[in-house]
């Protein structure tokens, strides 16, 4: 999960991704983007091209080609815009990190970007060359297309995060245990480099209101923070190491709240796998549903590239797709099939989830045939179609509850047939996915979708009658049952309802859900 901070900077970050595309086009030659760093992005190719080094020369080139769309983003976090450490670890808690920042005026704030095609120098660049292809060495009877190890062991960042050499040092550290093993197995590989990281790093929620990244020196001050600064860390040991790798996430859930990041290793099978960092031994589940599933890239997808551009309006997070769309390696997916929204001609449909209290968009659509078709999208959740005008998020007709096997359900809701809600509790998800009953004796609003959410109902919560609550009540008046964890016979009722309709108490993360075959069915 992120915090205010974090979401704060994301949708900075993804304004400045705007103004750097202005300049980043895929058909633009590097050189004439390199400015006055041109002679240093000259030197690198031709350090290889002339000993006719042919496998080198070419991932040098896909070094260039490809660092247009890549920069450090440079963040300021003190409220006068100097730099100082604020280390989040030396306090207890999420919340005393809070306070401290809040007492100090901590905030992070973008100060600007340095692009790698203006900045980097040959020297740098050819130090990952030849690195990576030392490393390799190590993986004997490993055959790896040279596309693979272009995209998942040469790159020189994992993020945005300040450049600097991560792979002497941590390759310097990693090396004795794999001479110790004598290890030419990557999954081995892989288990040794991430237990030994998670006893220098570890996931903090404290965290949750520092910057997004962290580079190699960062992380070993700071020893710890999110999973996102985890997957970055250990990226860079494995990378380090040899080993084709890269983050897979969920940029954002389908039914809950925030996102998750962890990695991916490519074995000798050619089959990637996933794991949580510290955890590649166990077995590696998705706690949530993710309506999509990216794989991170150093290249730009250029087939996303071309089939958004047509979009007068582009979200930020399309503008520069460095990821492959993997969302069918982890879940069941469907072709999401709509017609008769206000789509135009010029605009990118849409297709949102409920995550942190509005609808977010995870996906666009292609026309097709008189139809929008947007491919492989993850069953058993709830969207809402969207366009992106001037500047803004427009929502589009009703939600559509994708059932898992493909069926469209949508949800208008039919006022000629009421029905009534029964059994209905005000929950959350904890970490195990188990929902904790939340519901309190105070009243609650039923919100239902139209358009926009709307209140159709006020309830405050009734005790079910059960053998044991009877007892209770007769035996111990003196003795109140708390609600909350331990009192799921609280529930709500609602009369008179529209049928057919999404539906979602009027309280801070509470999750919408449909009423079918009389069940209630959270999404």
Sequence with gaps: MRGHFIKQSRVLAGLIIIGLLGCASP?????????????EIKSLLNYYKIP???????????????MPHHYTILWSDHKDGSVETFIPI????????????????????????KKDIEKLPC?????????SYHTLSAFDDAEFAQRILQEFVLPYRVANEKIEDWWT???????????????????????????????WFKYYARYAYFQPEMNYTEAMLYEGGLCNHCADFLLMGLRAMGIPSTKDYARLWGNTSGGHIWNAVLLETQQWKPFNFGEYRKEFLLCYQPPKVFRSTFSLNSEIVDEVKRGKNIPAFLLSPLFTDVTNQYVS?????????D???????????????????????????????FHEMASDLVYLPQVFREGKYKNLGEP????????????????????????????KYNRMREIINLTKLKSYNLLIWDKEWRIIGKAIPHLKETETTKTANHHSKDKKIKPGANSPEYFLKFDNIPSNGLYRLDDEDQRPFVVAEGKIIYL
């Design 123 to 131: 020297d740098y660049l050819v130090s990952r060359i030849e690195h």
């Design 400 to 427: 559509i509850w994708i059932k898992h096997d493909g069926t469209h359900v949508f949800c208008e809701p039919d006022s000629s047939r009421l029905i009534s809600i029964d059994g209905l509790v005000a929950w």
């Design 169 to 199: 040092p941590l390759h310097a550290r990693l090396k004795p245990l794999f001479d110790q093993k004598k290890l030419t197995d990557i999954s081995r590989a892989t288990a040794i480099v991430d237990s030994a990281m998670r006893t």
């Design 343 to 373: 789509f135009k001609d010029d605009e990118l449909p849409l297709l949102a989830v409920w995550n942190r209290n509005a609808w977010q968009p995870v996906w666009y659509g292609l026309s097709e045939n008189n139809h929008v078709i």
């Design 90 to 113: 030396n306090y207890i808690s999420k919340q005393k990190v809070r306070d401290a920042m809040d007492s100090l005026g901590v905030v992070y704030r973008i100060k600007g970007v």
């Design 333 to 341: 997916a469907v072709d999401v099939r709509l017609q008769g929204y």
């Design 52 to 66: 006719d080094d042919t496998i080198k020369f070419n991932s040098a080139k896909f070094l260039v080609k490809n």
């Design 27 to 39: 058909n633009k030659d590097p050189l004439s983007l390199a400015g006055e760093n041109r002679d």
